[in-house]
């Protein structure tokens, strides 16, 4: 699900304060895939849980899971790692991702977790859109008929007046603009904030933004839903923990490719688990969304080394 670094080839640049990168294309692919194949498990738990409690709160205990790792984290240091230099754009980030996550995880009880988690693939070209009015950037018809062609894909995914559709594939879609949206306020705060100190915020801000909401949709916990709960909120922290650490190895246009693995992940679990596999159109779309994501991530890579006169 979102938060997750996952499911976009597009990477901020690290903060200044973080240690410099060191090159290493293999073990960067390699953390990619392992972050890949928690955030799937995370997501299809999630899931499981939907037949039986909200998403709401299924998400409440992700974030509060979340929220506990990255405050042990930020402890032994006097949470001197939790001190942000834009307290305003850490909150909003948090809500996005937040507002992300609930959008789609409320998908998944209805759809099936390969067509949700090929729709949310789209968000990279959310990001495309938005970099216009939010970042002042220029955007050529290349990467404009990347986007077109991928929502091609999300419509061949979703397939709109066909018997097939479900209103809750919209939910994805939304999901991932919300993510895309979150993925430029980390750009924008990126020379000054680092990935552990937006991570605490991100975790803290959803998990008091959920806590307040609780009451709406809260039903006792059974043993079992919260021992998946813990596992959904270690599981998604180790996975995006893995992608951090990754885009610290490789660029994000070598790791762009791997970041589609996790639909082979979620249409595995979700076999084992629900016995269902993707549609043929699911595999399509899933295909055309990806390649225009890939594309988008070229493109990115050729307007950064412009910018840098090489």
Same mark, same amino acid.
């Given at each position: 699900?979102?938060?997750?670094?996952?499911?976009?080839?597009?990477?901020?640049?690290?903060?200044?304060?973080?240690?410099?990168?060191?090159?290493s294309?293999?073990?960067?692919?390699?953390?990619?895939?392992?972050?890949?194949v928690?955030?799937?498990?995370?997501?299809?738990?999630?899931k499981?849980?939907?037949?039986?409690?909200? %998403?709401? $709160?299924?998400i409440?205990?992700?974030?509060?899971a979340?929220?506990?790792?990255?405050?042990?984290?930020?402890?032994?240091?006097g &949470?001197?790692?939790?001190?942000?230099?834009?307290?305003?754009?850490?909150?909003?980030?948090?809500?996005?991702?937040?507002?992300?996550?609930?959008l789609?995880?409320?998908?998944?009880?209805?759809? /099936?977790?390969?067509? %949700?988690?090929?729709?949310? &693939?789209?968000?990279?070209l959310?990001?495309?859109?938005?970099?216009?009015?939010?970042?002042?950037?220029?955007?050529?018809?290349?990467?404009?008929?990347?986007?077109?062609v991928?929502?091609?894909?999300?419509?061949?995914?979703?397939?709109?007046?066909?018997?097939?559709?479900?209103?809750?594939?919209?939910?994805?879609?939304?999901?991932?603009?919300?993510?895309?949206f979150?993925?430029?306020?980390?750009?924008?705060?990126s020379?000054?904030?680092?990935?552990?100190?937006?991570?605490?915020?991100?975790?803290?801000t959803?998990?008091?933004?959920?806590?307040?909401?609780?009451p709406?949709?809260? $039903?006792?916990?059974? $043993?079992?839903?919260?021992?998946?709960?813990?596992?959904?909120?270690?599981?998604?922290?180790?996975?995006?923990?893995?992608?951090?650490? %990754?885009?610290?190895?490789?660029? %994000?246009s070598?790791?762009? /490719? &791997?970041?589609?693995?996790?639909?082979?992940?979620?249409?595995?679990?979700?076999?084992?688990?629900?016995a269902?596999? /993707?549609?043929?159109?699911?595999?399509?779309?899933?295909?055309?969304?990806?390649?225009?994501?890939?594309?988008?991530?070229?493109?990115?890579?050729?307007?950064a080394?412009?910018?840098?006169?090489?």
């Amino acid at each position: 699900m979102p938060d997750t670094i996952t499911r976009v080839p597009l990477s901020p640049e690290p903060a200044k304060a973080e240690p410099p990168r060191r090159d290493s294309s293999l073990r960067g692919i390699g953390l990619m895939l392992l972050g890949s194949v928690f955030l799937s498990a995370a997501d299809v738990v999630s899931k499981y849980l939907t037949a039986t409690m909200p %998403a709401l $709160q299924i998400i409440w205990l992700r974030y509060a899971a979340f929220a506990v790792i990255m405050i042990a984290m930020a402890a032994p240091g006097g &949470f001197a790692l939790m001190r942000p230099k834009r307290v305003g754009m850490q909150v909003l980030r948090g809500v996005a991702v937040t507002v992300s996550s609930i959008l789609f995880v409320s998908s998944l009880k209805y759809l /099936p977790i390969a067509d %949700a988690t090929a729709t949310s &693939f789209v968000s990279p070209l959310f990001v495309t859109a938005l970099s216009i009015p939010l970042l002042g950037e220029k955007v050529g018809w290349r990467r404009w008929t990347a986007t077109v062609v991928g929502l091609i894909g999300v419509l061949i995914v979703v397939r709109p007046g066909g018997s097939d559709f479900q209103a809750a594939s919209i939910l994805p879609v939304l999901s991932a603009s919300s993510w895309a949206f979150a993925l430029i306020v980390t750009r924008l705060m990126s020379a000054t904030e680092s990935p552990v100190t937006t991570l605490a915020w991100s975790a803290i801000t959803g998990c008091l933004l959920l806590s307040l909401v609780q009451p709406l949709t809260w $039903q006792p916990l059974t $043993q079992e839903a919260l021992w998946l709960g813990l596992f959904i909120g270690v599981s998604s922290t180790i996975g995006h923990w893995f992608v951090i650490l %990754a885009f610290r190895h490789a660029d %994000a246009s070598l790791l762009a /490719p &791997f970041s589609y693995i996790q639909l082979l992940w979620a249409s595995v679990f979700g076999f084992f688990l629900f016995a269902v596999l /993707p549609d043929l159109f699911t595999l399509v779309g899933a295909v055309i969304i990806a390649a225009s994501g890939l594309y988008t991530a070229h493109r990115e890579r050729i307007r950064a080394r412009q910018a840098l006169g090489r």
